[in-house]
Structure formats: C-alpha cells, structure tokens
C-alpha cells in the first residue's frame, strides 16, 4: 500500500509570493488532515477534510491559506501571499476513521519563505 | 493550559535505556501517541496507549501512563544509533466540529552516543 505522498518536499519562495503544497492520501482513506510546524513551535493542526468536505478547519491561522480537497482525493494546501512567519514544515495524514487512531503521516513539505 | 509538555533533548550512551517525558493536557484524551521522527521523514507511529491501560510493552519500547498527574512516560531499552531521532508525545482532543485533532509536545531530540 502507497503511503500518504507530499510534494514538493522543500520550497523556497520570496514573502509576497504564492506557494501550493499538495497531499495524496492513502487510496479509500476519506479523512485528511493538514498539520504544521512552525520553526521550534509545535506541531499544531490546521484542518481536517472528510472526502471533500472541510469538517474542521479551526486551525487555520488565516485567510491567507486556502485549502481544498476536490473530488475527495488528493488535496492542496495555498499559501497566498506567503509571509516570512508561514516558514516550516507543513504534514499531511489521512485515515480510513475519524478518530486519531490509523493516523499516517507522509514526510511533509518544508517549506521557507525569505 | 493547551500545552503537551516535553523536554527538548536527550543524550545517551549506546546501549543504555532512555526514557522521555510528557505531560499532558486533557484527561479526556482517549488515545495517547508516541511518534518518531528520523531526519528528512515523516511522523512514524511508534507506539500508542489507551487510557484505561497504566502500562503497554512491545518489544524495547515500553509507554507508562500516569492518567492522575496527566504524565506519559516512553522508555526505550538497549538503545541503539538508529533510534536517534525526535520523539513527539501527542494526545488526542475532540474538536466539537466532529474531528479528533492530534495535540503534539515540541518534540525530544534524542541522541545515541556510539
């Protein structure tokens, strides 16, 4: 089984400009969930998608980050426009439940704005 | 307070057991997380414990749950050079949006000395 893929997996980007983090989660796992760390902080979440749907999205620092999950497969994350705090690594994981059990990660994006 | 708490570093010999700390936050928490990361990859599941447990053993990895002090314990026995990496303690909280978010500690960076 292919596991939850990200990519790119590093993107430098000048403040002001515009970056898209894509998500492919496990083939039939309905639930998606973005998450990030920002540099010595915590990993804090972002949102959670179920198919298409945004069930959650409480953590989404702002309306600078769009994120959409169209069809109910893979899913991207927008930074637009990209300031220098948005520096870190940004995860993504999908499960086949909603509980936090059956979590899978992928490697994440890490991505630096200067 | 929302913090999962754990110390930033550790250093061992080879060999020898580590133990990592956390504490955390919800007393609600159903499932609690152990999760390591190995430079440039993703968050691997290491191991989990579910709160009615006080104590779950696999193979060197035993996890001690203390649900009165809200303390969460890993103990790695016989460490070896590939377990360097970071340990994040992660404990499970419940939106209210229908979602169970994953609340992470900032991370223990632990390191082997061969």
């Known amino acids: 089984e292919a596991g939850v893929t990200q990519f790119p997996s590093h993107s430098v980007i000048e403040k002001g400009q515009t970056v898209t983090l894509r998500c492919d989660p496990i083939?039939?796992?309905?639930?998606l969930y973005w998450y990030r760390r920002v540099m010595g902080k915590e990993i804090k979440f972002l949102l959670h998608?179920?198919?298409?749907?945004?069930?959650?999205e409480s953590g989404m620092p702002n309306n600078r980050f769009l994120a959409e999950r169209t069809g109910g497969t893979y899913s991207t994350l927008k930074v637009q426009p990209a300031e220098l705090e948005d520096s870190g690594v940004y995860f993504c994981?999908?499960?086949?439940?909603?509980?936090?059990?059956?979590?899978?990660f992928g490697s994440g994006t890490r991505l630096t704005v200067v | 307070g929302e913090d999962v708490e754990q110390s930033l570093f550790l250093s061992v010999r080879e060999g020898d057991s580590s133990v990592i700390n956390c504490t955390y936050t919800d007393s609600s928490s159903t499932y609690l997380y152990w999760y390591k990361q190995e430079p440039g990859a993703g968050l691997q599941l290491l191991t989990y414990?579910?709160?009615?447990?006080d104590m779950k053993q696999d193979q060197r990895l035993t996890v001690l749950l203390n649900k009165k002090d809200k303390h969460l314990s890993l103990r790695i026995a016989d460490t070896q050079t590939g377990d360097s990496a970071i340990y994040f303690c992660a404990e499970t909280l419940y939106s209210g949006a229908g979602s169970y978010q994953l609340t992470f500690g900032k991370g223990t960076k632990l390191s082997v000395i061969p």
């Open positions: 998608f179920v198919k298409e749907s945004k069930q959650d």
């Open positions: 414990i579910f709160s009615n447990m």
């Open positions: 994981a999908s499960s086949h439940g909603r509980g936090s059990y059956g979590y899978t």
């Open positions: 083939s039939g796992h309905d639930n």
